[in-house]
């Protein structure tokens, strides 16, 4: 299973097909108002086929689940530290890192080399196989210098994932609601403290 791109015509300030299906995926969490896409197997499941990362009928497990939203949360904390939010020394970005790479580990992915160029592709099927295109996807918007562009809104009750389109990639909030939230609580604080 592997996730392959238009890359010829796009802006560097669109979101690729990949970088996409990365915000789908950690915006499957229960945010404003939106239900949990990957609370049990069933709902996993659902989302998997919406996203066409897996067929109907594809045997998902209540561990499957749990494993996706390890990944997701580890996902969510690289993409808050590409938008300032955690750095180098912050332990969850750490322990985010280690997950990402012991996903790696569990969800090995192969080259594939063509005339038209390469791409990465999990060597799994079913949920493993959806997982991997996850992680080649990440590996994919590195590889194009997007990747530091999926980011996570710095506001904390919404960490909502966005892709900044902003040309010098300085956006740290998913929108301006989000960034005068902060700006209001900045304010009351600094009342508070007069």
């Known amino acids: 299973m592997g996730v392959t791109d238009g890359r ?4 560097p300030l669109q979101p690729t097909k ?11 969490r229960p945010v404003d108002g939106r239900p949990e896409r990957l609370a049990d197997a069933g709902t996993m499941a659902e989302w998997l086929v919406e996203c066409g990362l897996a067929p109907e009928g594809t045997l998902t497990t209540e561990a499957d689940a749990a494993n996706a939203r390890e990944l997701r949360a580890a996902l969510v904390v690289v993409m808050l ?12 970005l750490d322990e985010a890192e280690r997950l990402l790479r ?7 992915l192969a080259p594939v080399v063509t005339a038209a160029g390469s791409s990465l592709v999990s060597s799994q099927t079913g949920v493993a196989g959806a997982l991997g ?19 996570a809104c710095r506001n904390p009750p ?4 966005f892709y900044d389109r902003t040309r ?10 989000c960034g005068s939230q902060v700006s209001m609580r900045a304010y009351r604080s600094r009342l508070k403290a007069t």
């Open 8 to 11: 010829n015509s796009r802006s």
């Open 18 to 28: 990949t970088a996409e299906l990365l915000l789908d995926f950690v915006n499957t």
């Open 81 to 92: 530290a590409h938008a300032g939010g955690a750095d180098g020394t912050d332990p969850s």
């Open 102 to 108: 012991r996903a790696g580990t569990l969800h090995p």
């Open 133 to 151: 295109a996850l992680l080649a996807a990440a590996a994919d918007l590195a590889r194009q210098d997007g990747w530091a562009r999926l980011k």
């Open 158 to 161: 919404c960490h909502l994932g």
């Open 168 to 177: 010098n990639s300085s956006a740290t909030y998913c929108g301006p609601g």
